[in-house]
């Protein structure tokens, strides 16, 4: 819970920020208000790290850039139609927007750009209370109209207008309601989550960029799955992303399957868990997290009920490997991370069969080589995805996992395993076999690298030979 004496304390620390002084005793001398806003004073408060420094104030943008000119390194106007300058101020970036007074049209989420007159105005038009606190300086005087204080001890998020107005102006905000919920770990005001279920199809007018921009940075918290429940109760997911709330197949009286929905989000929060455990400090991993929540997609696609009352979904890690591809290229997803996902989601189940049965050597490669570089994200996938309480299965999955990342280990040392290719490349091919480039040559390269994964490194003259045996069978 906020306790107001540490809070108003980091506050005062806040102030004390060596960029925050530089710019208050700027703006001071040229007779101009200035104070710090949204989201580093709500993380002052909280306790958390600040950073991201912006800024709100009543002098002009030319008066802006005319005041931070000689306290910064660089400065830039991009956002001057805006009302914003930026600059480099002590090696760190900030922002500076004069105060506004916005009005929306309803059709787009581009705002009629109106300045305006007073601190008050320009915070009451923002997203949450939370985010509409400011800070002013040199004074230190925390400007909280509509009981953001209030709200960060209660751990709620709402609008400081009805919401129904403030999503009707700008439907980002439903998203953001869901990112803030999972980044906060506060929970979305009755009013607020009702707004967002009611103006749900509005989101139609935000790019699916500006989406995915807000998807991603939910992806990127420490609890994303407190997010993706809003999203999912409020019905907003349906908009861009319908497959998940299609996940919550009916649990018939004979439990016939397990809750695929609930599954795939501890599968996600224990893809977390292993991240941070075996790569203490890293940055969130965004495709593995994207990929442990639509592993199982496809299932109620692949859905069948067989004699004896037996559900299968077979092949549904193909089938949803197809369905994530489209889904993150409708998202705007750059290609790298789309091909990751889906891979990753193709190979998830990859791994059972050696549970059941102890690999070669060669399934061992073959495993390793269609994961290629996504190969640790795939060790962490499959461990996630074994959800049992069966403590005596969940052992046994987890023990067959060591023993295969063990193997992995072994072979790598022995044979280079991240790099396996052909003994003979597509020159020496073409010489051994006194054939021209083409569609031949492409064959024997399979040939001698199915040969490779089958039976390991066998030296260029056995290659060589055996080679020259395959292309004689062929006749």
Do not use: C
């Amino acid at each position: 819970m906020l306790n107001m004496a540490d809070g108003l304390a980091r506050l005062g620390a806040l102030a004390e920020n060596p960029v925050v002084r530089t710019l208050a005793a700027a703006f001071e001398q040229a007779g101009f208000d200035l104070a710090v806003v949204g989201g580093p004073v709500r993380d002052a408060l909280l306790g958390r790290d600040t950073h991201d420094l912006d800024f709100t104030t009543n002098a002009s943008p030319d008066d802006i850039l005319r005041i931070v000119t000689p306290v910064s390194t660089a400065q830039w106007d991009i956002g001057r139609a805006f009302g914003t300058i930026g600059a480099r101020v002590q090696r760190e970036q900030v922002e500076i927007t004069t105060y506004r007074a916005d009005s929306y049209d309803g059709v787009t989420r581009k705002p009629t750009v109106e300045f305006g007159d007073t601190i008050d105005g320009d915070l009451v038009r923002r997203d949450f209370t939370v985010n509409s606190m400011a800070l002013q300086v040199p004074a230190v005087k925390l400007v909280d109209p509509t009981g953001g204080v209030e709200d960060l001890i209660a751990g709620v998020l709402r609008t400081p207008a009805d919401p129904r107005v403030s999503f009707g102006d700008d439907p980002l905000r439903m998203l953001r309601a869901a990112r803030f919920s999972a980044q906060l770990g506060f929970r979305v005001e009755e009013a607020t989550a009702e707004a967002i279920a009611e103006l749900r199809e509005t989101l139609k007018i935000v790019s699916p960029e500006r989406i995915q921009s807000e998807l991603v940075r939910l992806m990127q918290t420490d609890d994303p799955v407190r997010g993706i429940r809003v999203l999912v109760d409020t019905g907003l997911i349906d908009e861009f992303l319908p497959e998940i709330t299609e996940l919550r197949l009916e649990v018939d009286e004979h439990h016939h399957h397990k809750d695929v929905y609930e599954h795939s989000l501890t599968v996600l929060s224990q893809a977390i868990e292993l991240e941070h455990s075996r790569h203490p400090g890293a940055a969130p991993d965004v495709p593995l997290r994207i990929a442990a929540l639509l592993h199982d997609i496809g299932k109620p696609r692949t859905r069948k009920l067989e004699a004896g009352g037996v559900v299968t979904f077979h092949h549904h890690d193909v089938v949803g490997a197809r369905m994530a591809r489209k889904r993150l290229q409708a998202l705007r997803f750059d290609t790298e991370t789309t091909n990751a996902v889906a891979t990753l989601i193709e190979l998830h189940l990859r791994f059972f069969g050696y549970a059941e049965g102890a690999w070669t050597d060669a399934a061992v490669r073959r495993y390793v080589r269609d994961a290629g570089d996504l190969l640790e994200r795939l060790h962490i996938l499959t461990r996630a995805d074994v959800t049992t309480r069966n403590k005596r299965k969940a052992g046994r999955l987890a023990a067959a996992y060591d023993d295969i990342e063990s193997r992995i280990a072994a072979l790598r040392e022995q044979e280079e395993l991240d790099s396996i290719r052909p003994e003979l490349d597509g020159n020496r091919i073409q010489q051994v076999l006194g054939i021209s480039p083409g569609r031949e040559v492409g064959e024997a390269y399979k040939f001698l690298l199915d040969l490779r994964l089958d039976e390991g490194v066998l030296g260029e003259d056995v290659a060589e030979q055996r080679l020259r045996e395959w292309w004689a069978a062929r006749g």
